[in-house]
């Protein structure tokens, strides 16, 4: 090649160059580097990994990206996780005072972790610049009085979960603290079904005031899980296997659901009691199993859960017919 024809070759080549300049500038997108740049310009592809599943490109990674974001809301409906409360700051103290005036009122001592558990909850009163009164002992017999304490556990998870004490450690340890004191006392009771009290009071038992181990004691966190639930789960689902008639189906059928629902948060509850009580008691253990169960589904009226709340309140709805029913 001459230099003339040098030249002209040159100048051909400027002009392609140009030519493909003025082609972005009217909108013409040129063929793309392989390698992608580093930075991206505004509207350059994202990669997968870091793209959310709107995307619109259709392409396998972001099916695999919807197809996560399935998952997840699938697991929203079965998740074991605790539900939140709505409590509000102001509503804390007074949540907490219930709470105390119920144990007050508890026939015994437990061996000492009802009070304990009452000086915890004073402790974290105190935190949030409120105080606690009405300390005395009532006269409920003991079924009642477990009851209880099982009715004050589910209230306290109300006020320890609150979004209200979110970054208040101090005083979510308390409360957990507290509901451990309480799950001790119903492990305790379990433990001296014939005993007295710390004060001398007979120990007025009825079938089903056994707690079990159930109760949860060795759970750290009892505001971060699932235990307090699952051991309340487990207190009704005895109450009910003891009843002595079946009330039309609508016992067994409150069972299985409470049954369900326990599965669903990790528990296991099977089977049915032989020993069948007379038609007045059978009733007034129903009738507590149906005050706590209410308490249960109150706790998870916020859950993600779906499941969960389903069958609580199809529990809830067959053990209403039960009832009226009798």
Known sequence: MNSAQ???????????????SVSVVFGKKPKEPATPQVGGEKGAAVPAAAGGAG???GNGSNSAANSGSATGNKSDSTSTAPPASNLKAEELVPGLQGVYTTLSRADHDYGGHRVAAMREMEGAASLLKGKLVGRGDGDERQAISDMQIRSAQMALLSVGRSASLAKNKE????INAAIQQLNLALEWEAAHPDGAAAKGAAGGNSAGSSSGSSSGAAEPNPIGGNSVE??????IYTLLSQGNHDYQGHR????????????????????????RENQKLSDSELTQAQDLLNEVQAA?????????????GDAVKQLNIALKKA
């Open 230 to 235: 699952l051991a309340a789960l487990s207190r």
């Open 300 to 312: 998870y009226a916020n859950s993600a859960n779906n499941g969960v709340k389903a069958d609580l």
């Open 6 to 20: 040098g030249r002209r070759a040159f100048v051909l080549l400027a002009l392609l160059i140009s030519l493909g």
């Open 252 to 275: 067994i059928a409150a069972m299985k659901a409470i049954s369900k629902a326990s599965k669903s948060l990790g528990g296991n509850l099977t089977g049915d009691g032989h020993n």
């Open 55 to 57: 995307s619109a490109s």
């Open 171 to 174: 005083v979510t340890g308390r």
